[in-house]
């Protein structure tokens, strides 16, 4: 089955690695993500004072989250941490208060970086936010792409052949099953206890 992703970009550079290897990810899983890059470059900047009238591309962020049925986020680190305009957008689905549209929503983290290191320490503050947003993260494989640049992919941006692209075909590969786990499993949740009240139903109709 082919599942609604949403892949939140950290980066607004044209020429963005992370972009290039959220697109990666979608090409190389074809048929059975069915994804869609949500911007957030011209959300703005998140303020609690217009939550009871929020500007119309919040709305629309929210909406685009909402329907999706896993979020994957892709993003650099800047300064060992989050970008800021990837934790607005996080505030922004967050938000009012009780009403987050990351609820439950499975996701997975990669982070791509020229450098060794992969964006680990952008990894695990996004993956902070997961937790406290209550969105099932993929544990495995964790995804710190280091040594990643322009070299990694052709001129139309695609992942030259190598140990990188095997690594995110396997991510591809592995996001997908989270989403369908964690989709199947609460499906499977929901028809037990359906199942259970039809019980009881009955058992009290011939007590
Ligand atoms: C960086 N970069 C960076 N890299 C890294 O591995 N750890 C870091 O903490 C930082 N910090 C940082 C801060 C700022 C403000 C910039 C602009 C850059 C380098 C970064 O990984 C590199 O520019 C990537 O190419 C950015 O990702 P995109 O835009 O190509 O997806």
């Not at 280091?146 to 995110?168: A, W, Y």
């Not at 592995?174 to 989403?179: L, S």
């Amino acid at each position: 089955m082919a599942y609604k992703i949403a892949i939140i970009v950290g980066s607004l550079r044209k020429d963005s690695i992370n972009r290039k290897v959220a697109r990666s990810i979608c090409a190389l899983r074809g048929d059975n993500l069915d994804c869609s890059m949500i911007e957030i470059g011209e959300l703005p900047l998140y303020n609690q004072d217009l939550d009871s009238n929020p500007p119309q591309q919040w709305v629309r962020f929210r909406e685009q989250i909402k329907t999706a049925d896993g979020v994957l986020f892709c993003s650099p680190e800047y300064n060992r941490g989050i970008p800021g305009v990837l934790k607005n957008a996080i505030d922004i689905g967050s938000r009012p208060y009780g009403q987050s549209v990351f609820d439950k929503k499975p996701a997975a983290i990669v982070t791509a970086s020229p450098g060794s290191i992969g964006g680990f320490g952008a990894n695990h503050q996004v993956r902070q936010a997961c937790v406290f947003l209550n969105m099932p993260v993929m544990q495995q494989p964790e995804a710190y792409l280091g040594h990643v640049g322009d070299d990694s992919f052709d001129e139309s941006g695609c992942l030259k052949e190598g140990p990188l692209k095997e690594i995110i075909q396997g991510l591809a590969h592995a996001f997908h099953d989270w989403v369908e786990m964690i989709h199947r499993s609460r499906q499977l949740l929901a028809e037990d206890s359906a199942h259970r009240a039809q019980e009881t139903a009955a058992a009290k109709e011939h007590a």
